[in-house]
């Protein structure tokens, strides 16, 4: 196990390189000039143009901008923005609680609501009931999750009003953060109201967030369900005159949910994508808005440092779903 | 066990905060994060409401809802008569804001005011570059580094400016957001303790409000400065709520969750007024949109033909479908509300048989140009692309045949200056001062060529009457100059000058004493809220 | 075995039993007829619509669809913010979104399909280093690659398709070579190669057609992904520009006017719905008539 572990991470490593190649190298063929940028409308004389690039280093050869980039990157030092001259690093940090809040009260409500889904649907095959979730979940699945999003804002927020329309968190609180989960911070805080105020504005966006990654997971437990059902062992427990309810919640969901675990585990991609849109569309502070800002900015530094800190973030997801899949999964042998 | 006191503190912390949160606090849906702190390094009018116009003061200040200069830290000056020394007296008694983070222990003296404006452009000042790639785009932009000589303190109380030469718009720019009065007391300590960047993030002056605490991307908190010069404000808190959709900050007025909004969207003005419970500011924006031809590629270097393109387009039609008519046809380059806007100057009517007859006469035929449209919205210019389609068809009708292309706007911004450009630009200004200069001299003057002057036109007549009224600062003098110019302009046709915008600041109803600035700034001193 | 039956399942029989399957599934079968309604729309644009898609009418600036109060019948979903037709511009969109899936799907499967077979078959370090090349694009949230990529490619449709056809790829490459490896040491292909069969051969007209089942469904799924991953492109301002009737970049255009004319909204986003549903319901019931497991059961 361990072997397997220490052998996935050294595999790790020539990746990152090459991501940071990736993300250094997109950023130098970007077009449009981030020093343009800071006077606007107003033309800059091309002296202090010409001074500007060198004081930020965007003059040198590429590959001592790269070189010195890595030796940065060892120190733990991801650049500062172009535009608001603030640490990389110390931003991400500063958003990315905001996108694991949203991210995790997404992956919770589609795992509570898409694996009972799709194990309804898996017992209750060709019936109506069957038809309508998989349907539901196949329009899910369908969703452009930006329209979505605009609509459950017109109706919840504008026509019914029911929940706030962006933020995440009444701004009447205010309370230095701990955590950085507005959710725990809230509860921290000791103010009444408070931790309210957190949910009902974390309602709409986890719905939105949680509408791919939930139909994914009903289908996929449907059909890990059917599987399961269909299998010797548990036709015997059937024949054995064990109770329905046993014999698909112990022994068939059990094995069932070893394919589903990996899909929830591939989510954090997908997860990651729809936070960009879902986090642009409800003005959520977290990293996928502030990516899309900064693209838009021409904000070399941020791009770059965000693509990089983004892509370890899947990494090191993606081993630990490998390697707990390593423990559920007996059958697998290392 | 360290743990846990932090947690306790910050419980502590936060319990206070909570009862004053239910004190007056007006919040305020602001339309961008603010780049940073230190309005000397940034452009962006999100930055200047969060930092200039509500922790800091000038010496000299706009007037409130106007673009004239009033004593801001400076109670007086006097210019030399050669017009190049300004000796300003400063306001005695002015308190630095006491901060969690800071306590000044001294009042504001003409060092705080060589400091603030030394960091901007002497290299060898040690804030110069004091965070990562730090560049003083306005002082620059306005020509500074160019024309100041020197600033010396004459006593505690008295300094003085030596000008390079005189520049009549030189006490308007004072008023500017970059020009903003730091301490210098504070500034010391911050290098003292090695932690220089916190000025760019902890701001600390002498305005109206005082900075607690900026949530990156989502709010800013001030609190009222209860030793401000001018008297205590009447509210107690000031938020920020950052929210960069326009639909969704006017869905969070009519909510409730905010009181005040910046920048609705043009389409939902009227949704918005009909609301009973807010009000919507408006006026002319201190800006103008405009296409500019290259004059100096045929046939655009034709007076006649330029002319016949302008009347060619309907701009009321622009006007409608890009900002639901909220913005007024323009017909001179600077906006109405500006001093010495001519308004006896007529414009090109919109007459497409003529349009086309005049380019029959000047001999062109199956003419085909690009017209450039920006990929950003700016406040003059909502959707330049929709504005293009729009020429696009109206000069189809003239047998005109158009290809729109456009640029990332830093290429765009680039590109357009090129003196062999191939197309007509449009493109926009928004004044920094309220100086008609800032727009004439600034955008058509003959030094601007290859630089902000778009339209590559250099035009001795109209240059001449520039320089002339750079050199006085007799108000009537200057006016008589500009609104010759005007005429000059309008007959030569280097534009089309297609709107000026309206701005809007819907509000709630209980919200008084909020006035618009046609500089474009969002000023929260004075704002109260009714019960 | 299932496999060598879909092998010895030449074109007759193969179709009749393809049909037999994808037709039991009601749903393939309908989305199948929407797609193909769609499709003829789009094809037939030109003649169908009633108004051209970039014609303007300055009199009827933000018009109700003919269905609510204030709309006219000759604008039976109403207009957008310069006066054009919102159904003229949605069918016209209907060629760009299909023809965005097609572009896609055809450049990532071919690449991918290549790319796969190479690694498959050649395994060793061409291998390795095609897997860890795949790896690293997988490890970017692939909306945020294909942003990226767009906006160092200059946003536009054509650029938005290079982008989105280069984030799907590592799924292509991954599943032919998963494929080709399960086959290249079956009996059929060691019997080839014995005859002597050369390597293209062996890639391409041996190992291939039995690889084919998982990827016309993982091409099916792309396909709808391609639309929606435009379309969010167009959402963000980094796909196609206006004034393209794209479907994404139409609700971009329209987000400032969700106060005000729900229409502008709510159609191009269920125009999009719409075709992604289709599409996916097909591709539900292409699997159930390929996949041989599924077969059985």
């Avoid at chain 1, 650049?79 to 905001?98: C, E, M, N, Y």
Wanted: net charge neutral; hydrophobic share 50%; aromatic share 10%.
């Amino acid at each position: 196990m361990l072997r397997f572990i220490f052998g996935r991470l050294a595999v790790l490593i020539p990746t990152f390189i090459g991501v940071s190649i990736i993300a250094f190298s997109f950023i130098r063929l970007l077009p449009g000039d981030p020093v343009m940028l800071m006077s606007g409308e107003r033309v800059m004389s091309p002296e202090r143009h010409a001074q500007i690039m060198t004081d930020l280093g965007l003059d040198r050869p590429i590959y001592i901008q790269y070189f010195d980039y890595l030796v940065n990157l060892l120190h733990g030092d991801f650049g500062s923005s172009i535009v608001t001259k603030r640490a990389v690093l110390d931003d991400f940090l500063q958003l990315f609680p905001a996108t694991i809040e949203l991210s995790l009260c997404a992956i919770i409500l589609a795992v509570a609501l898409g694996v009972p889904a799709g194990v309804l649907a898996a017992v209750k095959r060709g019936t109506w009931l069957d038809q309508t979730l998989m349907g539901t979940a196949l329009v899910g699945y369908s969703m452009p999750i930006f329209w979505w999003g605009l609509l459950l804002v017109i109706f919840f927020s504008g026509y019914l009003g029911w929940t706030p329309v962006s933020g995440r968190i009444s701004l009447m609180y205010f309370f230095p953060p701990v955590t950085g989960f507005m959710l725990i911070d809230s509860l921290l805080s000791g103010q009444a109201g408070a931790f309210k105020s957190a949910v009902t504005y974390l309602v709409l966006p986890t719905i939105v967030l949680a509408t791919i990654p939930l139909a994914v997971i009903a289908r996929q437990t449907r059909s890990a369900m059917l599987e399961v059902l269909g299998e010797d062992y548990v036709r015997t427990a059937r024949s054995k005159g064990l109770s329905p309810f046993r014999v698909i919640g112990v022994h068939a969901l059990r094995n069932a949910l070893i394919p589903v675990i990996t899909t929830i585990g591939l989510q954090v991609g997908v997860l990651l994508a729809g936070a960009i849109l879902t986090e642009t569309i409800f003005s959520w502070p977290g990293i996928g808005k502030w990516m899309v800002d900064s693209v838009f900015k021409r904000d070399y530094q941020v791009v770059q440092g965000g693509l990089m800190l983004i892509a370890a973030v899947i990494m090191v997801v993606n081993l630990i779903v490998d390697v707990l899949y390593g423990f559920i999964n007996p059958r697998i042998r290392y | 066990m360290k743990k846990l006191s932090t947690l306790l503190a910050a419980t502590a912390i936060a319990t206070l905060m909570a009862g004053s949160a239910w004190s007056k606090t007006l919040v305020y849906c602001s339309e961008a994060s603010p780049e940073g702190f230190d309005p000397g390094l940034y452009t962006g009018g999100q930055t200047f409401d969060a930092s200039s116009r509500t922790v800091y003061n000038r010496l000299v200040e706009f007037k409130h809802g106007g673009t004239e200069i009033e004593p801001g830290l400076a109670e007086s000056w006097e210019v030399s008569s050669d017009g190049t020394e300004y000796t300003f007296k400063l306001r005695p008694g002015v308190k630095f804001q006491t901060t969690e983070f800071f306590t000044p222990t001294r009042e504001l003296n003409a060092d705080d005011v060589i400091f603030s404006f030394e960091r901007q452009y002497k290299a060898d000042n040690p804030w110069n570059k004091y965070v990562a790639g730090a560049s003083w785009e306005y002082f620059a932009g306005m020509g500074f580094p160019d024309l100041i000589q020197s600033i010396t303190k004459v006593d505690d109380l008295t300094v003085k400016f030596k000008l390079k030469q005189a520049e009549a718009p030189f006490i308007a720019n004072l008023g500017m957001d970059f020009a903003s009065i730091l301490s210098k007391e504070y500034a010391d300590k911050l290098a003292a303790d090695g932690k220089m960047e916190l000025l760019n993030q902890q701001p600390l002056g002498t305005g109206p409000f005082t900075f607690v605490a900026y949530q990156t991307d989502a709010a800013i908190r001030y609190k009222a400065n209860p030793d401000y010069w001018a008297g205590k404000e009447k509210i107690d808190d000031l938020v920020f709520a950052i929210t960069t959709d326009a639909a969704i900050r006017a869905q969070k007025l009519k909510a409730g969750e905010c009181h005040i909004m910046a920048y609705p969207n043009a389409a939902d003005v009227a949704e918005l007024k009909k609301d009973e419970n807010l009000t919507v500011l408006e006026q002319e924006g201190l800006n103008v949109s405009y296409l500019a031809y290259n004059t100096l590629v045929a046939p655009f270097d034709k007076p006649e033909v330029r002319k016949a393109l302008n009347m060619a387009v309907n701009k009321q039609a622009i006007v409608d479908a890009v900002f639901q008519g909220a913005a007024t046809v323009a017909k001179n380059p600077i906006p109405p509300t500006m001093w010495s806007y001519n308004n006896a100057v007529e414009d090109d009517k919109f007459d497409p048989e003529a349009a086309k007859k005049m380019l029959a006469d000047a001999g062109v035929k199956d003419l085909k140009m690009k017209i450039w449209a920006m990929p950003v919205a700016r406040p003059y210019m909502l959707n330049a692309r929709r504005a293009a389609e729009l020429m696009q068809s109206d000069l189809a009708a003239i047998g005109v045949t158009v290809e729109i292309v456009s640029y990332e706007w830093a290429e765009y911004l680039k590109l357009s200056s090129a003196k062999d450009r191939d197309g007509a630009a449009i493109l926009g200004w928004t004044g920094d001062n309220g100086d008609p200069d800032n727009f004439l001299d600034t955008l058509l003057g003959c030094d601007a060529v290859g630089g902000n002057n778009r339209a590559q036109w250099c035009n001795k007549e109209f240059d001449d009457l520039m320089t002339k009224a750079k050199a006085t600062a007799d108000v009537a003098e200057r006016t008589k100059y500009y609104e010759e110019a005007q005429v000059i302009f309008k007959k030569e046709a280097p534009w089309n000058t297609l709107d000026h915008s309206l701005v809007f600041v819907p509000m709630n109803k209980k919200v008084t004493g909020f006035v618009m600035d046609p500089l474009g700034i969002h000023r929260f001193n004075g704002v109260d809220i009714a019960e | 075995m299932a496999v060598a039956e879909i092998k010895t399942a030449t074109p007759p029989t193969g179709l009749a039993e393809f049909w037999f399957y994808f037709s039991r599934n009601k749903g393939a079968v309908i989305g199948f007829a929407i797609f193909l309604i769609i499709l003829v729309l789009a094809i037939f644009a030109p003649w169908v619509t009633p108004h051209s898609p970039s014609a303007q009418n300055r009199d009827v600036l933000l018009l109700p669809p003919a269905f609510a109060a204030g709309g006219k019948w000759t604008y039976f979903l109403g207009t957008d913010a310069v006066g054009r037709d919102i159904l003229s511009r949605l069918i016209f969109g209907a060629r760009f979104s299909l023809f965005i899936g097609l572009v896609v799907v055809t450049l990532s499967v071919i690449s991918g399909v290549l790319v796969g077979l190479i690694a498959g078959y050649f395994r060793g370090r061409t291998d390795t280093i095609i897997m860890r090349v795949m790896d690293i694009i997988l490890a970017f949230p692939s909306l945020l690659l294909a942003l990226v990529l767009v906006a160092v490619l200059g946003p536009g449709l054509l650029n938005a398709m290079i982008a989105i056809s280069l984030v799907n790829l590592p799924h292509f490459v991954r599943l032919t070579r998963a494929a080709v490896m399960s086959e290249r040491t079956k009996d059929y292909v060691i019997a080839s190669r014995v005859a002597g069969a050369g390597t293209m051969r062996l890639m391409f007209l041996t190992i291939l057609p039995n690889c084919l089942a998982p990827l016309i469904v993982q091409a099916t799924l792309a396909f709808s992904a391609a639309i929606l991953d435009a379309a969010a492109l167009g959402f963000l301002g980094m796909g196609a520009q206006p004034p393209t009737p794209e479907w994404g970049t139409m609700l971009a255009e329209a987000r400032e006017f969700i106060q005000r004319a729900w229409w502008v909204v709510t159609f191009p986003g269920l125009a999009i719905l719409i075709t992604v549903l289709a599409i996916n319901l097909m591709g539900d019931g292409l699997r159930d008539a390929l996949d041989p497991k599924l077969k059985r059961s």
